[in-house]
């Protein structure tokens, strides 16, 4: 996203000075002959808030949601959002929204004084408001955001509480291997002859004394990881790289497409109902979907658009998504209902993304119970193995 001031030429060849946020030179030029006027000249303007943290979902949704009720009742920008400051509780969104009034009150637009915010709120957002600014629709615009946003937190909820039981299963696990391992087994063993142990036996106390012996290393090393591998991973290859085995990966890839299929047909659906571009609105989904994979493979479905080919013969061409998205995208095309086929196939792919999310919940649990059934069994036998040698060399 990038802030212009710009010079245009309007019908009656008036000159004409603004503001505006795009993500191009182009993007400029097409959003400003929107309104029936001509780009003279541009200069890109220097964001003094390129940073800041993301504001949580939840947060965007009901700030969306509650401006968007306001303004339908007819309250001016500046007083809705005055009355929002007045009632949104101490913390984040409230300075946010502090900020914001005051640059509204000196005459900046809302989408603006949104871009300033660093990056407080998402893209979608930004691109969004601007357009429901120049349609002139910004409470309606604001309100099919704030579902979208409440949406893909449902959807990002169901995630986590789907992972949280393996996530679980796996702590536990960790845990009784190391009780067992480091506690139990030793003292089992504690009596009897080290060198007539069998082979099991033997391995898992030199990994009992390892883990004894190097418990603090073990600990530092572990909050190395911790900290290491999110920068690892946000390595722009190594990042491509794992992003394209959870599309590609046999049964787990498919379940993630699905799930990838939903974020970018309902995002697609809101920016296009929004009266975004679809070529725009798609450019601004290869920053959503949330995969550097399936971003670039889009970014060769948009060049293919931009030269002519039909979207669903563009999308149908990088196959990371699910051949029916595709389908009901020809069939929009067909029919001239773009906009309302994709708002029943984001529908749609939702309920199936849910779905998804269970299905690879599925494959995981079992997975992991296995693993530590397994690891358990081992242990059991390093301590029943000698124990019966012992049993054996007494009744010999």
Do not use: W
């Amino acid at each position: 996203m990038q802030k212009y001031n710009y010079q245009a030429l309007s019908p009656d060849g008036k000159t004409i000075r603004g503001t505006m946020i795009a993500n191009s030179d182009e993007e400029l030029r097409q959003l400003v002959a929107k309104a029936g006027n001509t780009v003279i000249k541009f200069t890109k303007v220097a964001s003094a808030s390129k940073g800041g943290k993301a504001m949580p979902l939840k947060l965007v949704g009901n700030f969306c949601s509650q401006l968007g009720a306001i303004l339908k009742a007819g309250l001016p920008l500046a007083s809705a959002l005055d009355m929002l400051y007045a009632k949104t509780e101490k913390g984040p969104l409230k300075t946010s929204i502090g900020k914001i009034y005051e640059m509204v009150q000196k005459g900046n637009s809302l989408s603006d004084a949104l871009s300033e915010q660093g990056r407080a709120y998402p893209p979608l957002m930004l691109n969004m408001v601007k357009a429901g600014e120049m349609s002139g629709d910004l409470d309606n615009t604001l309100n099919k955001l704030a579902d979208h946003f409440m949406k893909e937190q449902k959807t990002k909820n169901a995630v986590k509480a789907a992972l949280r039981y393996p996530k679980m299963l796996a702590i536990i696990t960790i845990g009784v291997v190391i009780l067992m391992v480091a506690v139990v087994l030793p003292k089992m063993t504690s009596t009897m002859d080290k060198n007539k142990l069998p082979g099991l036996t033997k391995a898992l106390l030199g990994l009992s004394d390892f883990l004894i012996d190097n418990f603090l290393f073990l600990i530092i090393g572990v909050v190395f990881l911790i900290i290491v591998i999110p920068m690892i991973k946000n390595i722009e290859k190594v990042r491509y790289t794992l992003d394209k085995l959870k599309v590609t990966m046999p049964k787990v890839g498919k379940l993630m497409r699905m799930i990838y299929t939903a974020r970018f047909a309902r995002s697609l659906a809101t920016l296009y109902e929004g009266g975004i571009q679809v070529v725009d609105a798609m450019q601004m989904c290869t920053a959503i979907v949330g995969n550097a994979y399936v971003s670039d493979k889009m970014e060769d479905a948009i060049y293919r658009v931009k030269k002519g080919e039909s979207i669903s013969k563009a999308m149908s061409s990088i196959k990371v998504f699910d051949p029916m998205l595709t389908s009901m995208i020809f069939v929009g095309e067909e029919s001239g209902v773009l906009g309302d086929v994709l708002i029943r196939v984001a529908d749609y792919f939702e309920e199936e993304s849910d779905n998804a999310t269970k299905a690879l919940t599925g494959l995981l649990e079992p997975l992991m119970l296995i693993f530590m059934a397994g690891i358990i069994v081992l242990i059991i036998l390093s301590i029943l193995l000698p124990m019966f040698s012992s049993y054996e060399n007494i009744g010999g």
